[in-house]
Structure formats: C-alpha cells, structure tokens
C-alpha cells in the first residue's frame, strides 16, 4: 500500500507564499495522474492541480496564474508552489491520485491571514 505524506504548510499572511511538499513510499508519480486537493472548514474536499505522468497540469480557477504544480520523479515527491495567499486558500492540503486515490494521508494545514 502507498503511503503519502504532506508537509510544508503554515501560518501565512495574505500575498505570501508556501511550497507544500508530498512524498510517496514509491514511485507512483510517473504511472499515475497526480492532485493536490484541499479541504476548507465545513466544505467538501476539492481538486487544486493535477498533474498528469507526460507533464500535463491543469488547475482549478481559483488558483490559477497562482499555483504551480510539479513533481520529482527521482525523489518521489510532488510540490504545489503557492503564491499570492488569500485567506480563501486556507484549508488542510492533501495529496493523491486524480482518480481512485490511496488511502488519504493526514494532510498539512495552510492558514492564511489577513
């Protein structure tokens, strides 16, 4: 079973930013199409960026021209570079497949500030 670990969330304020990181316990991040997701107090969890194993991302409207994602493959690990926080970005971030995802890691909270 994959395991998936985020970290590299915080306490920011508006217009900083965080690079959140995700590492798997094995290469999966070149056979499968990847996601950040989040989930905000009280609201369902929702897909940020994805990323697919021939490069291709894509993101959601809201953090677009904001957010990058991008992977290492030697590494196993995937980051989601945010820039320009605005408190609706505060939410625990987690990482998985884009479809039938892996047991869901803990997650690692961003908090943004005003």
């Known amino acids: 079973q994959v395991q998936l670990v985020e970290s590299g969330g915080g306490l920011v304020q508006v217009g900083e930013s965080l690079r959140l990181s995700c590492a798997a316990s094995?290469?999966?991040?070149?056979?499968?199409?990847m996601a950040w997701y989040r989930q905000a107090p009280g609201k369902q969890r929702e897909v940020v960026a994805s990323?697919?194993?021939?490069?291709?991302?894509d993101y959601a409207d809201s953090v677009k021209g904001r957010f990058t994602i991008s992977r290492v493959n030697a590494k196993n690990t995937m980051y989601l570079q945010m820039n320009s926080l605005k408190p609706a970005d505060t939410a625990i971030y987690y990482c998985n497949k884009l479809w039938g995802p892996y047991p869901w890691g803990q997650g690692t909270q961003v908090t943004v500030s005003s």
């Open positions: 094995r290469n999966i991040f070149s056979e499968y199409t």
């Open positions: 990323i697919a194993p021939g490069g291709n991302s």
